[in-house]
């Protein structure tokens, strides 16, 4: 299982400031206190700054990677931001992310082929947000096949279906929960990954609901998520849930995390 540590977003206000400023000991914190908390990447996100952002990101790559040496995950829509990103990127980086939109598909299959690189490919296409199964799959379905086609070894790909609120449809928890089903079982070799926290977008308690969702979806397959670390009771969770879906053998992994008191957090 991977994960991704979300919290170095623009999208937070805290982050917001501190990348306005350029505080680089307040990043430093956060990515730091993530990969300590188990994150595998850090995912870095200045989308916020439009005409900024390429700037930014290569900001927040360098420092991200001074301060913890672990690999980031480039998180852009924009495929000029992220190649920007990657030019001062050490090591083997995610891209966060490809898609079958055109503009993106075009531009980032020729940074990714013949790389080691890891790539998320959003379930997304130039006709929008696929919201049903059988969408999900037809896109993931012409996505895989074209990037594989492209030199782009299936362990590389990590699908993302698109998680979207609950409190809009209440079929958008069923459908993702399917469709990461549906694409474990069709793709052999193919790892899944999404943000999980949109599930629980406009509702109270949000965390109960991220937790338990994240325990739902690795029932069925989900192998990659971004996520605040941060959350003892999701790391918990997560662990817990990869044992209990079959994929630790001897409950080795289970039994390490005890060892390490990562069980020991507030109820
Ligand atoms: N798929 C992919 N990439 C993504 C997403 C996705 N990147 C962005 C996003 N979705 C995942 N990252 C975040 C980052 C921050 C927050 C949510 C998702 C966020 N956090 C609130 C905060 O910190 O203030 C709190 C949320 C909570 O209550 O838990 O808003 O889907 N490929």
Redesign the pocket.
Known sequence: MIIVG??I?A???GIAEAIRIQDEEAVKKVAVDQKEAGADFI?V?AGVFVGKEPEYLQWLVKIVQEATGAPCCI?SPDPQAIQEALAVHKGTAMI??ISLEKNRFDRLVPVVAGTDLKV?A?CMSDEGMPETVEQRLRIADRLINDLVQNNIPIDNIYV?P??QPIATNKIFGIEFLNAIEAITKEFKGIHT??????I?FGLPN??YI?QTFAVMAIAKGLDGL?I?PL?KRMMANLMTAETLAGRDDYCMDYLKAYRAKKFEFES
Not at 193 to 198: F, K
Request: hydrophobic content about 30%; proline content about 0%.
């Open positions: 979300e919290l977003n999208s937070r206000k995912d996100n998180d966060n992310s998320i959003l993302d698109l998680v990954m999404c943000g999980l926290s949109n629980s949000r965390k991220n971004i605040n959350d």
